[in-house]
């Protein structure tokens, strides 16, 4: 899936639309990794299905058979997640019906073989609470709590609040309803607004603090990444400080994975990449990225095996730099206290970075750019063909270099 009108380490579709990632995943010996999808087209529609692709090292993706695909009682198949139990495994998706697809029932698929190419569809095991006002539901997430398995649904309630509903089970099949884990009203805006729908929230821990995080959605505008800091307990994660993790408009629909050696990450979906005529591929896979805890801020970098191994030139910067086309990405990096960044390629300008006070401003070539905090420490720059991949200690800006087209969702 490498040539000159793509990325060499990023997750592009031989053709069609992509956006979220779904359940990156350790199996059997290589990363498995799940994706909505829109084959034969270059623009959302609601006929999503499930794409999959497989790697042994986070860079060079396998494009597999679409794992699921409408029918059967679906007129499109959505985000959701991946849960093993021993020698089994089961996917929970939002199965959802048009016109109106603002409310999907919550329906899982099993593997035929072991190798995950092929799936068969099974019941539908969530659907809204009867006693709330739902108005949106969809993307399950499942992880195992203890002795009994969770289930976090992304809910709006009453047409302003944004939610997690909350769901326990014994066995992954029969599912109990338990209530609200967490929920934030849309006219909340210190220190961060939420908006008024969680898509995808997931919850997770790190270093003995749980986290939740969740893609920021109001009135069919995406926004970014945000996190809560706190505790889950019973079913319910009472947050103790709210943080965002991303800025720009290209990061969003973030999916939890642990890598093979248990480390805890992130991938996202990058909004506005695409080919250069824009009718062949559109949207990519961001590098997965390693989280830690730096005090009570979430900090994500990109995966160490991604930026140091093959295929990747690694460089340090001071004013300027400029790069030599050779078909391989390029990561940069750079002490923002140096105030500006200047990077061509051949000579040609690609990039600009000033910094201003706590911010870093960022300008493409092409356009494109954006604002997101300095931090204190190395900023790492990712360029791969079309993609640009900010990280610092105060969080991720991502941007497409090339002239960005406008997408919807």
């Known amino acids: 899936m490498i040539d000159d009108d793509r990325p060499s380490i990023h997750l592009t579709a031989r053709s069609g639309w992509i956006n979220d990632p779904l359940s990156l995943t350790w199996h059997d010996g290589r990363y498995h ?33 679409v794992a699921l695909v409408p029918g059967e ?42 190798d995950w190419t092929t799936w068969t569809k099974g019941d539908v095991v969530a659907v809204p609470p009867e006693d709330i006002d739902v108005q949106v539901y969809r993307d399950p997430f499942v992880f195992r709590d203890r002795d009994r398995w969770r ?48 898509e995808c929230p997931q919850v997770f821990t790190i270093d003995g603090v749980d986290v939740l995080i969740t893609s920021v959605w109001n009135d069919d505008e995406l926004h970014y990444v945000a996190y809560g800091l706190g505790e889950w307990r019973d079913g319910v994660f009472e947050v103790e400080r709210w943080g965002r993790l991303t800025w720009g408009n290209s990061y969003y629909a973030p999916s939890f994975y642990r890598d093979s050696d248990g480390r805890p990450g992130l991938v996202f979906w990058l909004r506005e990449i695409r080919d250069h005529a824009g009718d062949t591929w559109t949207g990519a896979m961001s590098v997965p990225h390693v989280l830690t805890l730096d005090g009570d801020e979430l900090v994500a970098r990109p995966h ?55 911010n870093l401003h960022i300008a493409a070539a092409t356009g494109a750019g954006g604002t997101v905090p300095a931090g204190d420490e190395v900023v790492e720059i990712l360029l791969d063909g079309p993609v640009l991949e900010l990280s610092t200690r105060a969080g991720l800006f991502a941007a497409p270099l090339r002239a960005p087209v406008a997408v919807t969702r």
């Open 33 to 65: 990794v799940f994706f909505q999808y829109v084959p034969e087209q270059t623009s959302w529609a609601p006929s999503c299905h499930w794409g999959h692709a497989t790697s042994t090292d986070l860079r060079t993706w396998t494009e597999q058979p």
């Open 151 to 198: 289930m976090l649904v992304g809910a709006n309630i009453d047409g302003t609040t944004a939610a997690a509903l909350s769901y326990s089970s014994p066995d992954l099949q029969s599912w109990q309803y338990d209530g609200v884990a967490a929920q934030r009203n849309t006219s909340l805006t210190e220190p961060v607004w939420t908006g008024k729908l969680w």
């Open 304 to 358: 160490p095996d991604v930026v140091s191994g093959d295929g990747v030139n690694t460089h340090t910067a001071f004013d300027r730099i400029d790069l030599t086309s050779d078909g391989r990405a390029d990561i940069i990096n750079w002490d923002p206290d140096l105030g500006q960044l200047v990077v061509t390629r051949d000579e040609e300008p690609i990039l600009t970075i000033n910094r201003t006070g706590d």
């Open 73 to 114: 009682g679906d007129d499109g198949i959505w985000s959701g997640s991946l849960a093993i139990d021993g020698d089994r495994a089961t996917i929970f998706y939002t199965s959802i019906q048009t016109p109106d697809f603002s409310i999907g029932h919550i329906r899982t698929a099993t593997p035929t073989a072991s």
